[in-house]
T-cell receptor, first 112, second 112 residues
Framework: KQEVTQIPAALSVPEGENLVLNCSFT??????LQWFRQDPGKGLTSLLL?????REQTSGRLNASLDKSSGRSTLYIAASQPGDSATYLC???????????FGTGTRLQVTL | ETGVTQTPRHLVMGMTNKKSLKCEQH?????MYWYKQSAKKPLELMFV???????ENNSVPSRFSPECPNSSHLFLHLHTLQPEDSALYLC???????????FGQGTRLTVV
């Protein structure tokens, strides 16, 4: 059974700092990995999708990498801003549809 | 309307009530999903519909009954729920294959 772990569970950084969020998964037979952002009480916003054949994806200040063989992904956020404060979720797809297995998330707070 | 829309946003129901959650997607996708998000737990996949056919039922109690009348709409019918069913219920959609999943804002359900 696929298990997804995210470390750290919570993180507080000052504005402007670069940071890395970690995600690990136990079964490397994945189709893709997706990073989401969730604001309190809200739904999920898709940030980046990495297919199993890819090593990384970039969108603006975000860069996600994937090392499928070691079961790891990282989300790099450059020049963090208070508006980046949210919970970041990692999810892996091991099915032919987007049947995602989620981690418990990293709660990020960016302070002024 | 864009993306994935869920109604209602909040719902309080008694254990003997019957209610339904609605999800509508405007993305031209042909797969739709229900997820449950409980406090301190990862999102759990409940049901998957692909091309309007249910392809996954993750051991969900029969008091939850999904319905997918067409590729744009998904319902979750609720009856005789328990207080532990209180959670955020999230709908998602995607194309078939290993494509990006998009989520709605969720319905916050409280069972009293």
């Amino acid at each position: 059974k696929q298990e997804v772990t995210q470390i750290p569970a919570a993180l507080s950084v000052p504005e402007g700092e670069n940071l890395v969020l970690n995600c690990s998964f136990t079964d490397s037979a994945i189709y893709n990995l997706q990073w989401f952002r969730q604001d309190p009480g809200k739904g999920l916003t898709s940030l980046l999708l990495i297919q199993s054949s890819q090593r990384e994806q970039t969108s603006g200040r975000l860069n996600a990498s994937l090392d499928k063989s070691s079961g790891r992904s990282t989300l790099y956020i450059a020049a963090s801003q208070p508006g980046d404060s949210a919970t970041y979720l990692c999810a892996v797809n091991t099915g032919t549809a987007s049947k995602l297995t989620f981690g418990t998330g990293t709660r990020l707070q960016v302070t002024l | 309307e864009t993306g994935v829309t869920q109604t209602p946003r909040h719902l309080v129901m008694g254990m003997t009530n019957k209610k339904s959650l609605k999800c509508e997607q405007h993305l031209g996708h042909n797969a739709m999903y229900w997820y449950k998000q409980s406090a301190k737990k990862p999102l759990e996949l409940m049901f998957v519909y692909s091309l309007e056919e249910r392809v996954e039922n993750n051991s969900v109690p029969s008091r939850f009954s999904p319905e997918c009348p067409n590729s744009s709409h998904l319902f979750l019918h609720l009856h005789t729920l328990q207080p532990e069913d209180s959670a955020l219920y999230l709908c998602a959609s995607s194309g078939t294959g290993n494509t990006e999943a998009f989520f709605g804002q969720g319905t916050r359900l409280t069972v009293v």
